[in-house]
């Protein structure tokens, strides 16, 4: 049973969503029949409650989006609200659909997307990953956080060639070690106010740490807002080589740590815009012109199913003129296509940059 004062609040928060102007998908799903339904419920496991789903929209009327999954099994408790957000969120992907089997496709398709290094800065491909066996964030136990980041630590210890690298725990960090991360962009810091509200933080450092490659353009954050984020980056835009090790990666580890995965959603994770491939391929891109009039911009990306951000991701502003563009779609299609629809769209953009 769901306690009175979880209830109480929910019944509050719900009353001030509603009255307020709020744009997020939470708002326009969550009529008052979907929340009597729901506001009873808990996952089975984890005993996740409507408003462990919920609080971080309720508490931020700006939010886009306004939920997370506290657990795996939220998916399906939940179903009536998580449902038409994924289908609104992910191009139409309906409750009736199922996410196609992963396939990373022929890697050496892609090439470079700016080959004269006019426009493209740099080009980053992450994944997400949860390991199977844990909840997400919200339901974590310190004592869980520290055991994934052990398990996190040494599978990763055995990656040879170039993604051989070293893990830092952020416990315990050095200061220098910690700044030369921050200043290579590396390190994330504790989430932001939504990922706060939705108590996606707790026990703050413990068990979180991050992981890098020699060369520096592959990492893998552990305990973040996933349990992990698989990144390959480097500048300038050469998909084909970027997205090549982020697939060598993501094969590797898989063998030694079993993800949580759903014949229907694909690969599970905290964020609802972030199942399915969960793949994101963006690039840093300066189109000065594009960009001079962002609702065009805006326009020509939403065309290739991209989304427009600032240069430091989102809820940022663009620094000098310089976005940071991505696909949007990440389920009901595969890995290759996901990453093509933003190959594609770049390509177009920088193509319309050149003749305006």
Not at 117 to 128: A, D, K, L, Q
Not at 277 to 288: D, E, L, Q, Y
Not at 307 to 317: L, S
């Amino acid at each position: 049973m769901v306690d009175a004062a979880v209830l109480a609040k929910l019944e509050e928060g719900y009353a001030k969503l509603a009255a307020s102007d709020s744009k997020s998908l939470l708002k326009k799903y969550l009529t008052k029949e979907v929340f009597d339904n729901l506001k009873n419920k808990v996952t089975p496991t984890f005993k996740s409650t409507l408003l462990d789903v919920i609080q971080s929209g309720l508490e931020n009327h700006d939010s886009g989006v306004g939920i997370y999954a506290p657990d795996a099994e939220a998916y399906t408790v939940f179903a009536e609200l998580f449902d038409p957000i994924i289908e609104d969120y992910h191009g139409g992907f309906k409750k009736t659909d199922k996410h196609p089997a992963s396939n990373f496709g022929d890697v050496s398709t892609f090439g470079n997307v700016d080959p004269t290094n006019e426009y493209v800065i740099s080009t980053r491909v992450r994944c997400g990953r949860s390991m199977q066996g844990y909840p997400f964030n919200p339901c974590l136990t310190e004592a869980q956080y520290k055991e994934m980041e052990g398990k996190v630590s040494s599978t990763l210890s055995g990656l040879e060639g170039e993604l051989k690298g070293k893990f830092y725990p952020l416990t315990g960090m050095e200061k220098a070690v910690q700044q030369q991360l921050i200043d290579d962009h590396f390190l994330f810091k504790e989430g932001d106010r939504f990922l706060q509200a939705a108590n996606a933080c707790r026990f703050w450092p413990s068990g979180r740490g991050i992981y890098h490659n020699d060369n520096k353009t592959f990492l893998v954050w552990c305990n973040e807002e996933d349990h992990l984020r698989i990144i390959s980056m480097q500048q300038g835009g050469d998909l084909g080589q970027i997205y090549g090790r982020l697939v060598n990666a993501v094969n590797e580890i898989e063998k030694r740590v079993p993800f949580s995965h759903d014949d229907r959603l694909g690969f599970l994770t905290f964020c609802p815009t972030n199942l399915g491939t969960t793949i994101r391929a963006s690039v840093h891109i300066k189109v000065p012109k594009l960009a001079a009039n962002l609702a065009k911009l805006e326009e020509v990306a939403g065309k290739y199913n991209l989304q427009v951000r600032g240069t430091r991701g989102e809820h940022t502003e663009a620094e000098g003129g310089v976005y940071d563009i991505s696909n949007k779609r990440r389920m009901g299609l595969t890995e290759y296509q996901a990453v093509k629809e933003m190959y594609d769209g770049i390509a177009e953009l920088i193509k319309l940059e050149k003749s305006l």
